[in-house]
Nanobody, 122 residues
Framework: QLQASGGGLVQAGGSLRLSCVASGRTSNDVSISWFRQAPGKEREFVAGIRWSGGNTGYADSVKGRFTISKVSAKNTVYLQMNSLKPEDTAVYYC?????????????????WGQGTLVTVSS
């Protein structure tokens, strides 16, 4: 089960940190990623992390602004979002897949959290 939280309203240039708690995770051979979906748009990959080893991947649109990390003891993945822009406004979802490859396409992930809304005002 995945539980995402941390969304909210922030002004452009501000920061937010999203959290995703992966309760019931029984293996280190998993990858957890963040996706987002803006109104009228398809769900898109934002960032992902391998649980074992901590390798990460980012969408070009967030490189240098967003950082994904994990705290194993808390079964939690974080997405630190800095220098937010209005175009970052979306519902953000965390997703889990078995296996160590961070895929960037949503169908590769069978498990999803409920989403948390991020709104960036200009």
């Amino acid at each position: 089960q995945l539980q995402a939280s941390g969304g909210g309203l922030v002004q452009a240039g501000g920061s937010l940190r999203l959290s995703c708690v992966a309760s019931g995770r029984t293996s280190n051979d998993v990858s957890i990623s963040w996706f987002r979906q803006a109104p009228g748009k398809e769900r898109e990959f934002v960032a992902g992390i391998r649980w074992s080893g901590g390798n990460t991947g980012y969408a070009d649109s967030v490189k240098g602004r967003f950082t994904i990390s994990k705290v194993s003891a808390k079964n939690t993945v974080y997405l630190q979002m800095n220098s937010l822009k209005p175009e970052d406004t979306a519902v953000y979802y965390c997703a889990l897949r078995w296996g160590s490859t961070v895929y960037t396409t949503a169908p590769e992930y069978p498990y999803w959290g409920q989403g948390t809304l991020v709104t960036v005002s200009s």
